[in-house]
């Protein structure tokens, strides 16, 4: 079982950035599909991101052209890079990997607060 563990939530201002990190357990480099989700208060979880395979794929519409999805095999790790954040990306932060495609693991959650 992978076990994935994120970490670089925090406080930031409006306008400022941030970079998510995910570390699995395992090597992450065949892995099906991988990417960050988020939980905002009072609504359902979304997909802001995601790798399938190791090519780059889905973002959402609400962070395209602010938020970057990037990947470093060598280190089992998985990060989100925020820039320009606004309030209303204030949410918890999921790591989601998919070792196989009927297999899929989610680390705790990192809260990102965005907030004058």
């Known amino acids: 079982q992978v076990e994935l563990s994120e970490s670089g939530g925090g406080l930031v201002q409006p306008g400022g950035s941030l970079t998510l990190s995910c570390t699995a357990s395992?090597?992450?480099?065949?892995?099906?599909?991988m990417g960050w989700f988020r939980r905002a208060p009072g609504r359902q979880r979304e997909l802001i991101a995601a790798?399938?395979?190791?090519?780059?794929?889905q973002v959402a519409d609400s962070v395209k052209g602010r938020f970057t999805i990037s990947r470093e095999n060598a280190k089992n790790m998985l990060y989100l890079h925020m820039d320009d954040l606004k309030p209303e990306d204030t949410a918890v932060y999921y790591c989601?990997?998919?070792?196989?495609?009927?297999?899929?693991?989610w680390g705790q959650g990192t809260l990102v607060t965005v907030a004058s």
């Open positions: 989601n990997m998919s070792p196989y495609p009927n297999e899929v693991i």
């Open positions: 395992k090597n992450i480099a065949g892995f099906h599909a």
């Open positions: 790798f399938t395979g190791s090519q780059p794929g």
